[in-house]
Structure formats: C-alpha cells, structure tokens
Nanobody
Framework: QVQLVESGGGLVQAGGSLRLSCAAS????????VGWFRQHSGKEREFVGG????????SFGDSVKGRFTISRDNAKNTVYLQMNSLKPEDTAVYYC????????????????WGQGTQVTVSS
C-alpha cells in the first residue's frame, strides 16, 4: 500500500497563492489516481480536484474551478495542488488521497489518505 504526506500549507492573504504537495512512499504513486479534498471545521470532506494516472486528465469542484490546478510528477512520486486567487472560504484542512476510480468525487472511493495540511486564508 501507499503512504501519503501532504505539505505546503500555511497562512496566506486573500488573493495569494499556495502550492500543496502530496508525496508518496511505499508504492509508486503512478499506480493510483489522486484526489484532493478539504474539510472545513465541522463540515464533511469536500472534493477539490483529482488527477488520473498519467496526469492527462484533471477535474475540479465548482468552488475552485479556474483557480486551482493539479499536476503530478510520477518520477518524484508527488502530486501537486496549485491554489491561486485564494479566498477566506478556502480555509480548511486539505487532504490528498489515492485510489483506483478515475474522476471520482466521492471520498469513499479513495483507499489511502494523508494526514492533512492546514490552509488558512486571511481577509
């Protein structure tokens, strides 16, 4: 199985950018599709975006379309979430997850999860 570790979170002003990384160990990440989710305090986990095995296809939740992008570097066993034009409502804990169902927006379809990284956007 694969172990995932997110990094890159922090505090940023509204309108700013952050890049999150999801580094894998234990097994090659190219064997999995990867999704990014976020969880606001007291709410259910929300799909942010996903990327297929090769990186040729990505999908995003409506709230981040046009602002966030996802890429992967399979040679580095890492997936990235580039977040631009950040808003205070983007404040959440962000998780990456690995699974086998390309394009899925459902958290239950992802088998492996990282521990999460906090993103805080100040107004």
């Amino acid at each position: 199985q694969v172990q995932l570790v997110e990094s890159g979170g922090g505090l940023v002003q509204a309108g700013g950018s952050l890049r999150l990384s999801c580094a894998a160990s234990g097994r090659t990440l190219s064997s999995y599709v990867v999704g990014w989710f976020r969880q606001h305090s007291g709410k259910e986990r929300e799909f942010v975006g996903g990327i297929n095995w090769s990186g040729s296809s990505t999908s995003f939740g409506d709230s981040v379309k046009g602002r966030f992008t996802i890429s992967r570097d399979n040679a580095k066993n890492t997936v990235y979430l580039q977040m631009n034009s950040l808003k205070p409502e983007d404040t959440a804990v962000y998780y990456c997850a690995a699974g086998f169902k390309s394009g899925s927006t459902w958290a239950s379809t992802y088998s492996f999860w990282g521990q999460g990284t906090q993103v805080t956007v100040s107004s």
